[in-house]
């Protein structure tokens, strides 16, 4: 019924920029928000940014914080992150993820309150 397609990795150069798009197909109307995971090497998957769909209120994690921004279009049904910045520690996969559960004790941080996710997509930052 919801399909997530990722695009826009790759690899780039310290403090270089990249773009990562996700548009959802299917039946999308319930969405309340999208988020942004990503996982390293030997890592656990770690929270980067959340954005609520009904006023496009963004959160973002502190190691990402003033680099990263995430902004959705509700005509194109796609949300987007926008990466900055960039470090060698932000090489990871990096999934975008639908909640489409409300709940006021939510705050979409966490993985488990999202329902689908994308295939992932590499970025990777040469030092």
């Known amino acids: 019924q919801v399909q997530l397609l990722e695009s826009g990795g790759g690899l780039v150069q310290a403090g270089g920029s990249l773009r990562l798009s996700c548009v959802a197909s299917?039946?999308?109307?319930?969405?309340?928000?999208m988020g942004w995971f990503r996982q390293a090497p030997g890592k656990e998957r770690e929270f980067v940014a959340t954005?609520?769909?009904?006023?496009?209120?963004?959160y973002y994690a502190d190691s990402v914080k003033g680099r990263f921004f995430t902004f959705r279009d509700i005509a194109k049904n796609t949300v987007d992150l926008q990466m900055n910045s960039l470090k060698p520690e932000d090489t990871a996969v990096y999934y975008c993820?639908?909640?489409?559960?409300?709940?006021?004790?939510?705050?979409?941080?966490?993985?488990?309150?999202?329902?689908?996710w994308g295939q992932g997509t590499q970025v990777t930052v040469s030092s």
């Open positions: 993820a639908l909640g489409v559960t409300f709940r006021f004790n939510y705050d979409y941080l966490t993985q488990d309150q999202y329902e689908y």
């Open positions: 954005i609520r769909w009904s006023d496009g209120r963004t």
């Open positions: 299917g039946r999308t109307f319930s969405t309340y928000a």
